[in-house]
């Protein structure tokens, strides 16, 4: 084999090593990383909500105009063993509550992982 062959294999060799070294560190980067879930959560109603997710914390507040969608990521519940409920709540521009629900996995689940926040549902457990 001539100087040039195995310069060239060598070049073939170490190209092979660094893709699969790039693809490895992104297979552990994401197995690294928490598992999430995509929801979307429409706005039903006649009137812009303030939507909240988890809890009334202004910071994460989105507006959502009638009939728009928004897609967010959750960290739970995230699987049927996880007992956690992902509180949703709404608000109409005068601020007053027209949509609060806990969702389990199983509700989650059956719905898609698309909510539709509809005007009076309002079954919140206390707290």
């Keep these: 084999m001539g100087v ?3 310069r060239s294999l060598a070049t073939a060799v170490t190209a092979t ?3 699969c070294a790039v693809a490895l560190g992104a297979v552990l980067l994401l197995a690294g990383c928490d598992p999430t879930e995509y929801v979307y959560v429409t ?3 006649d009137v812009p909500i303030v939507l909240f997710e988890f809890d009334r914390n ?6 959502v105009d009638p009939g728009q969608t928004v897609r ?6 995230i699987d ?4 956690r409920r992902a509180r949703v709540e709404a608000d109409d ?11 389990s996995y199983s509700e989650l689940k059956t719905v898609g992982w ?8 309002i079954d919140c457990a206390p707290g």
């Design 4 to 6: 040039s062959a195995r």
């Design 17 to 19: 090593l660094c893709r």
């Design 43 to 45: 706005n039903g109603s």
């Design 58 to 63: 202004p910071r994460y507040q989105q507006t």
């Design 72 to 77: 967010n990521s959750w960290m739970y519940p």
């Design 80 to 83: 049927s063993g996880d007992l």
């Design 93 to 103: 521009p005068k601020g007053t509550r027209i949509f609060c629900h806990d969702f």
């Design 114 to 121: 698309r909510i539709q926040v509809q005007r009076g549902r």
